[in-house]
């Protein structure tokens, strides 16, 4: 597969997130919040805080968007490995750590206030785990391009 399919293809499932992204916070979220009060309408004190509380996740995630487009544009301009790309997994690592965190805090405090579920919280266990593992994969590739473009600036500046 070449650099520009590559690019192509992150290109392409970059926008299958953003519009997951406006289906989740933008219908799945508030509807579904809607939905659970029709079910439970003693839980109304829940919904503001936690429609507040998962709308404002968007604002990393879609960053971290933006951060893999970048990416994915440098891959398809053959610069997959510079310094520029590695400060950007850096900052990638960074987001998602700071969402995960955020998420796992909140979902606590929730739990303690008894404005969320044993079984949910359970669940966001996983999620937890599965946004501290995306921010070590972009934290390992940031430390590999950083490796790969100071080589290749060193073989660059050998000829």
């Known amino acids: 597969m070449t650099q520009k399919t590559l690019s192509k293809l992150a290109k392409v499932i970059i926008l299958l997130f953003c519009l997951l992204g406006v289906a989740f ?3 799945a979220v508030p509807f579904g919040g809607r939905e659970l009060l029709a079910d439970a309408p003693d839980l109304q004190y829940c919904y503001l805080p936690w429609l507040i509380f998962m709308e404002l996740m968007v604002i990393p995630d879609y960053a971290v968007l933006v951060y893999a487009w970048k990416i994915s544009y440098s891959i398809g301009r053959d610069r997959a490995f510079s310094s520029i790309n590695a400060q950007r997994f850096r900052r ?10 955020y998420f796992f805090v909140g979902n606590t405090v929730f739990f303690l206030l008894n404005m969320n579920h044993p079984a949910v919280y359970m669940v966001s266990f996983v999620l937890t785990f599965i946004g ?14 950083r490796k790969a473009a100071d080589l290749q600036e060193e073989s660059d ?3």
Do not use: K, N
């Open 25 to 27: 916070y933008g219908v």
């Open 92 to 101: 990638v690592s960074l987001l998602a750590l700071t969402t995960t965190v």
């Open 132 to 145: 501290a593992s995306i921010a070590a994969a972009a934290a390992i590739l940031s430390y590999l391009s």
């Open 157 to 159: 500046l050998t000829i």
